[in-house]
């Protein structure tokens, strides 16, 4: 925690210091000028202005973009996005405040710490959605969101099943042991995360409903695509983005990361928390 809580702290400075640096430019560039003629002092100009603020800045971005694997399309969009205006720093700024382990990236190549295991974590008992067996455990915040999202949705006639939570480290030794045994190494891979590399045993996801392609067609699962991220929800593995995530489609899988991060995610990233979380991870390790 110490070294996410470094690594945003520095950034969010310097990130700072680089829109102060913009905007005492910006000001000083509509300074009105003295008229031709007028006997007013000249303004001296400086004798070593130094490199261009938004240049580093922009330089900064695209090298963290690079590295983050966002492909060209998107990322001349943030690029975009980011010259528009103070609104990309502040949301990602806003994304990123708090808890680091919303947005920290598990995945294939990025492990959890050594021996990670959440202190928050509570059983799920609803009211407002059912569970498919008892000791269903998730992080707090994930569980009164849940709670919140599951009575809307039962609102509107729709009921969600957790299907699947957190799981420790040990008990995904034994998920992906037996996805090999039944499946091979191969398909065990597009399905399954090796131990230590899984979103669940962060506490903040759940798999819904069937767990198999036949909950995209549900009521629960249209409901989700169109409402989980007015909750902080996201969903992990979208159809069509295999060779980004790592993993074949999974409509059922969904990760808690926040509402400020789900916004973050979808008006800047397309909705792919995969790029988002990439860029995130490079953007908390890079050095100016």
Not at 156 to 181: K, M, P
């Amino acid at each position: 925690m110490k070294f996410f809580a470094s690594a945003t702290h520095f950034v969010s400075v310097l990130v700072c210091v680089l829109l102060l640096c913009l905007f005492s430019c910006s000001r000083a560039g509509s300074q009105p000028q003295p008229s031709p003629g007028s006997t007013g002092p000249v303004p001296a100009e400086p004798e070593n202005p130094g490199p261009d603020p938004e240049m580093v800045f922009n330089d900064h971005l695209q090298r963290i973009l690079e590295a983050a694997a966002i492909p060209g399309a998107l990322a001349r969009s943030v690029m975009d996005e980011a010259a528009a205006g103070p609104s990309f720093i502040l949301d990602l700024l806003t994304a990123i405040e708090g808890d680091p382990y919303l947005w920290i990236l598990v995945d294939k190549k990025h492990a959890l710490p050594p021996g990670y295991e959440p202190d928050d974590l509570v059983e799920l008992t609803g009211p407002s959605y059912l569970v498919n067996r008892k000791g269903l455990l998730l992080r707090s915040p994930a569980a009164e969101s849940l709670e919140e999202m599951a009575a809307a949705a039962r609102a509107e006639g729709v009921t969600l099943i957790a299907s699947s939570t957190y799981r420790s480290y040990t008990y995904q030794e034994e998920v992906y042991a037996r996805n090999v045994r039944q499946s091979g190494q191969e398909t065990a891979d597009r399905e399954s995360a090796r131990p230590g590399h899984s979103q669940h045993q962060l506490g903040l996801v759940v798999d819904f409903g069937s767990i198999d392609d036949s909950f995209a067609v549900t009521k629960a699962g249209r409901w989700m695509v169109d409402n989980a991220g007015r909750f902080g929800w996201s969903i992990s593995f979208p159809q069509g983005y295999e060779a980004v995530t790592g993993y074949r489609w999974e409509s059922w899988h969904y990760r808690y990361v926040g509402r400020e991060l789900n916004y973050f995610i979808d008006t800047y990233f397309g909705g792919i928390q995969q790029y988002a979380l990439q860029f995130l991870h490079e953007w908390t390790q890079a050095e100016l």
